[in-house]
Structures are given as structure tokens and as C-alpha cells.
């Protein structure tokens, strides 16, 4: 037997507390500019841990649209370095665009650091618009899970 009113009870969630969304890192913008001699240099700015604190990083390298992508990621890793003061750190291992269920994901994998520990994250984001945005995305989904902790303690880390 179907009862609404029992599954709608069970599916009722609570928001998220005030303190959790707040150590999280969220990206501002994220904008590519080619020089000359086939260069390209991206820059993402992200908020955070603080309303008022914001940080952007860039990352120059040849133009290409892999190579684009690549800086996008580490720009947006540096970020995140600069957040966590350094304490976690990371090491690009790739940047893909893959085709899934008729859209396109945007999939970044990490070596992550963080007290003597190395850990593999991937965080991967949906293509709306843009790919850099898209990459910058799924790098903070990534790394995101292992700054939120780091970002709680942040003035005991600073």
C-alpha cells in the first residue's frame, strides 16, 4: 500500500546549516585571455571561506583548447591552495571533456596532499556554456570535499 504522506516525511530534509555552506569555496568567475605568440592566460576568481574574501589565481601557458582547459584546473587548484594556506595541495592529472547520457561532463582528476597523505579525487561538472567554466567547476567539486574540513579550522591552519 502507497502512502504519500509517508514517503513525503521520509524525503523532507532539513537545509543546510549556516557554518557548512560557508567554508566552502565558490567560483566567481572565470575568464581566458589570449596573448600573443599563442599564449593564453586564465584567471578564476573564487569567495571564500569568508563572504568577504576573494581569491584569484592565473595560469599562463600555450593556447590551445586542452591546454586552456588545463589552466583552468590549475588555477583553480592554486586557488584552493591559497585558501587552505597551503596546507593541501594538489597535482593535476588530467582535464577531459566526456560525452554522457546526450551531454557533455567536464571531468578533472587530482593527486591531492594533505598531512603526509596523497589521495586521488575526481570531481567532474555538466558543460552548460562554457568549458572553462565547466572545468573550474569540477575542480572545486574535487578538492571542495577535502578543503571544507581545512576551511572550519582555518584560523587555527593561518
Known amino acids: 500500500m502507497f502512502l504519500p504522506e509517508l514517503l513525503a516525511g521520509s524525503l523532507t ?14 567560483l566567481l568567475s572565470c ?4 596573448g600573443p605568440i599563442a599564449t593564453s ?12 574574501q576573494r ?3 592565473r595560469q599562463e601557458g600555450s593556447a590551445c583548447p586542452g ?9 583553480t587548484l592554486h586557488a584552493i591552495t591559497q585558501a587552505t594556506g597551503g596546507v593541501l595541495t594538489f597535482e593535476l592529472i588530467g582535464v577531459k571533456p566526456v560525452r554522457a547520457f546526450d551531454t ?3 571531468m578533472v582528476a587530482v593527486f ?5 597523505n596523497v589521495t586521488r ?3 567532474a561538472a555538466i558543460v552548460e556554456d562554457d568549458q572553462l567554466v565547466a572545468t573550474a567547476r569540477a575542480a572545486l567539486h574535487a578538492a571542495n570535499r577535502l578543503a571544507s574540513p581545512l576551511l572550519e579550522q582555518l584560523p587555527s591552519i593561518a
Open 112 to 116: 591531492a596532499q594533505h598531512a603526509g
Open 67 to 75: 591546454g586552456d582547459l588545463r589552466l583552468a584546473a590549475l588555477a
Open 55 to 57: 581569491i584569484v589565481c
Open 41 to 52: 592566460r586564465v584567471s578564476v576568481e573564487v569567495e571564500g571561506p569568508g563572504e568577504s
Open 13 to 26: 530534509t532539513s537545509p543546510p546549516s549556516i557554518s557548512a555552506t560557508a567554508q566552502r569555496l565558490r
Open 121 to 123: 579525487i575526481v570531481g
Open 31 to 34: 575568464r581566458l585571455e589570449r
Open 104 to 106: 557533455t561532463v567536464m
